[in-house]
């Protein structure tokens, strides 16, 4: 069994023990930065070409997200006419057991994994695991995590948080558990790490028969699955085995083959800073005599259907997982991404996993608070999906939930009062004449607010008051 989420306490404590861990900050900062430079880079050769792909990229996901239904139907019957099986999963669980019975079916007892965020959701490997099966991951930075028995950090880098020195010591000290050992003399050169990591792969890709993968992209027109990668490893697990199965959540539909131009170019500038990813797979059914001769596509809900019930919380549908918001993040650059408990953290994960989870614990209500809405993840994000936004409302969730007086209604409140010179004015004379009454500690809602930061003390005259009272002065 590999390591899992649960009993991670929610984000303030587990941020709290993040941030004292001065070794994976300086890991997160340096990684963050760097991807956030080279993809600054890329963005800007488009200049304003940009926000127009930006705003055509949010305008398919969200036509499609209207039209899900219809799309899906699409899919199934595209995938069935070229030759794949179609399956549908409610839930986690259901997904874990029709790809547990698909497996079995070919009686092997080892897969190969192509990196994949639906099945770090639905806790594929520990359900295979239970199962008997064995799945491999094939991705570098999922190999890693896989070997160091830890848990994923980052959409793109799950082992962001972690440096070549103690990758080599994971690869010296876990590949031979699992396979082909790490060279002896292995150093922590990262070409020298790429390599072992090549040679304990390629052995693994050349005897195992059946694969597992997600997808980025699904499209409906064509039945066509599209994944996106780096290293080449996806590419083997997607051509060499005899059967392979796509465990793709339903919000990854595009309607047409061309719309997937227009990820194609938001994808990889917002993801890894390239203009284009190394390799593209593509592929359509079965091909006889040609790569993966049984192909499954288990279509996974797992909440989305609710969430696209919310019409303000569904934009957080239209995410690729490109993980920019991660890489601007000041939150995520300090905390890592353990502590926002979930596959899916920074500030996509804010809104995306209590929302799939339905606000269902103490971590998910937590989860819409670890931001300071400044807005640099609605800046880069290559579908415009309006993050600040969708905090703010799970905010008022959770205050509704606690029966607080919500964020937004405070925020009504000091636009009242901001928006009229009558009424600050005489807000600023009460809270002169009952400065010494304002508790250290305010109540409800604010209370939250005061949790981690002093009242600040009131004057006992505002400067309006002694701006009026000089200027009569002076006259
Ligand atoms: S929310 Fe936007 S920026 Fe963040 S991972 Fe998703 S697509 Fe990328």
């Known amino acids: 069994m590999s390591a899992t989420f649960l009993g991670i306490p929610p984000f303030p404590e587990a941020a709290r023990a993040a941030v004292d861990d001065s070794r994976t900050r300086h890991n997160l900062r340096r990684a963050t930065h760097t991807i956030r430079d080279k993809r600054a880079s890329v963005v800007g050769e488009l200049n304003d070409d940009w926000q127009l792909l930006r705003a055509e990229g949010a305008a398919v996901k969200e036509h499609t997200l209207r ?55 639905i806790e594929l490997n520990n359900a295979l695991a239970e199962a008997g099966i064995t799945a491999y991951e094939t991705d570098l930075a999922e190999l890693i995590v896989q070997l160091g028995d830890d848990l994923p950090s980052h959409i793109l880098v799950p082992a962001i948080h972690l440096g070549r020195a103690q990758i080599r010591e994971i690869f010296l000290d876990q590949m031979a558990e699992w396979g082909t050992p ?19 792969l390629r052995e693994r890709f050349l005897r195992t028969r059946t694969a597992i993968s997600g997808a980025n992209f699904a499209v409906a ?13 996806g590419r083997m697990c997607l051509t060499l085995p005899q059967t392979l199965i796509s ?6 539909i595009v309607p047409t083959w061309s719309d997937l131009e227009v990820f194609m170019q938001l994808l990889p500038r917002s993801s890894t800073g390239e203009r284009m990813n190394p390799y593209t797979s593509t592929w359509t059914g079965v091909t006889p005599g040609d790569g993966p001769q049984e192909f499954h596509l288990v279509l996974l809900d797992n909440g989305r259907t609710d969430v696209l019930a919310d019409t303000v919380g569904r934009q957080a549908l239209r995410c690729i997982r490109c993980s ?22 920074g500030p996509i994960g804010a809104i995306l996993t209590p929302q799939l989870r339905g606000m269902s614990s103490a971590v998910d209500e937590a989860l819409p608070y670890a931001s300071s809405l ?6 880069v994000c290559p579908v415009a999906i309006d993050i600040p936004e969708v905090l703010v409302h799970l905010r008022e969730e959770v205050s509704a939930g606690r029966g607080h007086l919500g964020e ?16 600050l004015g005489a807000a600023q004379r009460a809270a002169g004449l009952g400065r010494n009454l304002v508790p250290g500690h305010l109540p409800g809602t604010a209370g939250e607010w005061t949790d981690t930061r002093d009242v600040p003390d009131v004057p006992a005259e505002s400067f309006r008051s002694w701006w009026n009272k000089r200027g009569k002065g002076q006259r």
């Open 182 to 200: 790490a060279p002896p003399g292995l150093t922590d050169d990262p070409r020298a790490l790429a390599e072992a990591a090549r040679l304990h």
């Open 374 to 379: 400044c807005g640099a993840c609605y800046e």
């Open 324 to 345: 920019a918001c991660l890489n601007t993040c000041p939150v995520y650059e300090r905390t890592g991404g353990h502590a926002y408990g979930s596959v899916y953290p």
């Open 67 to 121: 039209h899900l239904d219809r799309y899906l139907e699409q899919l199934e019957e595209s995938v069935t006419r070229a030759g794949g099986r179609v399956h549908w999963a409610a839930d986690a669980e259901e997904a874990n057991a029709i790809v547990t019975r698909l497996v079995k079916a070919t009686g092997e007892t080892d897969v190969v994994k192509v990196k994949s965020m639906a099945t770090q959701e």
């Open 408 to 423: 937004k209604a405070l925020m009504a409140g000091a636009e009242a009062v901001f928006s009229s010179s009558r009424a």
């Open 247 to 252: 465990v793709v959540g339903i919000e990854k």
């Open 221 to 233: 027109d064509s039945g066509t699955l599209v994944v996106l990668e780096s290293e080449g490893n």
